[in-house]
C-alpha cells in the first residue's frame, strides 16, 4: 500500500512565527487531505487538496501530485493552533485512506 | 445535524469480553470507516463501507467485525477483547467515497485489561 511520510515529527513555535509542514507519499495519489487533532483529541478536517493549492484564513496547502509531496503553511501561529497535524492519502480505485503518523506542534505563549 | 455520533466516549473491558462500539452519522453519507489510534502509530484503517451492504477490511482488521445494514449507522464489534485492542477508536464518513473530505467523530477510548 501506500506510504505517508511526515516530517519534521516534532516542531515547537514561539506564537506569530511561520512554519511549514511537509507530507510525502509513495505513489500517485487522487486524494490527499490535512487534519489536526486538538490536545482534547478531536480530529478536524483543514484542507482536502489532492492538488494545487488552497487556503483557509492563517492555514494554506500546498499539493504538488507530481512530486509526491505536499505542504501546510501556518502563519502568524497561536496557542491554539497546537496540537497534531496528520496528512492522509489514497491513491486512485482504492478507498483506503492511509495516514502518516503525525507531526505534533507546540506553540508557546 | 450532529455529524458523526459515537458511544461510549469510555470503556474498559475484561479480556475475552464482547462489546460493540457504535456510530451514526445523520448526513446521508455514503462512506464510512474505522480507525484505531494508537501513541506512534497515527491512525490505521480497521474496516470500511462504501455503502449499505457493503464491506471491506483496511490495515488492521483482525479481531474487528463490522457490518452496514442501514446508510446511518457503521458498528464494530470486538468478539473477544484483548489487551492489543486498547486504544481510541475512531468512526469517520464522507459522502460518497473516500475521494472527498473525511469527517471524524469524537471517538471511544476502549482500555482492555
Known amino acids: 500500500g501506500i506510504q505517508v511520510e511526515q516530517s519534521p515529527p516534532d516542531l515547537i513555535l514561539q506564537e506569530g512565527a511561520n512554519s511549514t509542514l511537509r507530507c510525502n507519499f509513495s505513489?500517485?495519489?487522487?486524494?490527499l487531505q490535512w487534519f489536526h487533532q486538538n490536545p482534547w483529541g478531536q480530529l478536524i478536517n483543514l484542507f482536502y487538496i489532492p492538488s494545487g493549492t488552497k487556503q483557509n484564513g492563517r492555514l494554506s496547502a500546498t499539493t504538488v501530485a507530481t512530486e509526491r509531496y505536499s505542504l501546510l503553511y501556518i502563519s502568524s501561529s497561536q496557542t491554539t493552533d497546537s496540537g497534531v497535524y496528520f496528512c492522509a492519502a489514497a491513491i486512485w480505485a482504492n478507498s483506503k485512506l492511509t495516514f502518516g503518523k503525525g507531526i505534533t506542534l507546540s506553540v508557546r505563549p | 445535524n450532529a455529524g458523526v455520533t459515537q458511544t461510549p466516549k469510555f470503556q474498559v473491558l475484561k479480556t475475552g469480553q464482547s462489546m460493540t462500539l457504535q456510530c451514526a452519522q445523520d448526513?446521508?453519507?455514503?462512506?464510512m470507516s474505522w480507525y484505531r489510534q494508537d501513541p506512534g502509530m497515527g491512525l490505521r484503517l480497521i474496516h470500511y463501507?462504501?455503502?449499505?451492504?457493503?464491506?471491506d477490511q483496511g490495515e488492521v482488521p483482525n479481531g474487528y467485525n463490522v457490518s452496514r445494514s442501514t446508510t446511518e449507522d457503521f458498528p464494530l464489534r470486538l468478539l473477544s477483547a484483548a489487551p492489543s485492542q486498547t486504544s481510541v477508536y475512531f468512526c469517520a464518513s464522507s459522502p460518497q467515497g473516500v475521494d472527498e473530505k473525511l469527517f471524524f467523530g469524537s471517538g471511544t477510548q476502549l482500555s482492555v485489561l
Open positions: 505513489d500517485s495519489v487522487n486524494n
Open positions: 448526513m446521508n453519507h455514503e462512506y
Open positions: 463501507s462504501v455503502g449499505a451492504g457493503i464491506t
